[in-house]
């Protein structure tokens, strides 16, 4: 492994003195510095050599160590006078960073600023109801947290779907040295609505509709999440076939004028406890279209 020169490495001659250690240093970690070159691997790498190298020129008695037994000095095992060292961590000693970095990165950038930390974020479940996922709204949720309880009002916005979450910006834990706060996460479950099922924006329902409609033609009431609505049954229908209405499903998030469509599957209610006669009728029809 070839020997390290922490003089070639900060770039000064060996006569430089501690003023213009400082400077060299200065200069290449403002240029190293990993806040500034994020990614950056080998620019992490040197700020780690230059910082070595200045923990060890900046202090008398580990330059004094370093001029005359050069890194060996600071091997494991080595002894000198009781002083025994490894200089790989590059941690910073026995100086005042502050005054080396204030005036390159703000002052007190090992101080203040590394003391401030945002507040973490808490999550939380609530359930709402299936037009209220549809249609938006302001709800007011109880929440226990560490045996206490608290209410707070929540915005619902118009078509979230099952999963999702509302974020409330600042209602999570407190930051640290004043830093901003966490935020709250609520994630939204939604109750079942009978006889409806939601696919993304798309609602599925079913229809029934009398025998004679579905072989004639004609109208049925169906109900839809905006009010009941009267829907063209083509003459012949099957039970299974479907019918879309557009624009009655749920609304998009993104776009309050986009909708998505209702699909409902049409099913034919067989007449129950017909009379003699209507029996009869019934078995002339079939004779007729051969069913």
Do not use: W
Request: hydrophobic share 30%.
């Amino acid at each position: 492994m070839a020997k390290k020169d922490y003089y070639d490495t900060l770039g000064v001659n060996k006569s430089a003195d501690e003023k213009a250690i400082k400077q060299a240093y200065r200069k290449l970690a403002k240029r190293y510095h990993p806040d500034t070159n994020q990614g950056n691997k080998n620019a992490e790498q040197k700020f780690k050599e230059v910082t070595e190298a200045y923990n060890v020129l900046s202090d008398k008695e580990k330059k004094k160590m370093y001029d005359q037994y050069g890194t060996a000095a600071f091997e494991e095992g080595f002894e000198n006078g009781g002083f025994r060292g490894n200089t790989q961590e590059y941690h910073f000693e026995g100086g005042n960073m502050d005054d080396i970095f204030g005036d390159l990165f703000g002052n007190g950038f090992f101080g203040r600023k590394t003391a401030t930390r945002k507040g973490a974020d808490i999550q939380s479940d609530i359930t709402i109801g299936f037009e209220e996922a549809a249609f938006g709204c302001d709800k007011v949720f109880q929440l226990q947290e560490d045996r206490r309880v608290s209410s707070i009002q929540v915005h619902i916005p118009a078509g979230i779907d099952e999963g999702k979450s509302v974020r409330l910006k600042g209602k999570g834990q407190p930051g640290f040295g004043g830093a901003e706060a966490g935020d709250l996460l609520l994630k939204v479950h939604i109750r079942e609505k009978p006889g409806y099922e939601r696919r993304g924006m798309d609602v599925y329902t079913t229809a029934n509709i009398p025998f004679t409609t579905a072989v004639l033609g004609g109208e049925a009431k169906v109900s839809t999440l905006y009010g009941d609505v009267l829907c063209r049954i083509p003459e012949g229908a099957q039970s299974g076939s479907k019918i879309r209405l557009r624009g009655k499903g749920i609304v998009s998030m993104k776009n309050p004028s986009v909708h998505g469509n209702q699909y409902i599957t049409i099913q034919i209610q067989v007449p129950k406890n017909l009379t003699i006669e209507a029996k009869e009728k019934l078995r002339e029809f079939a004779n007729m279209v051969k069913l």
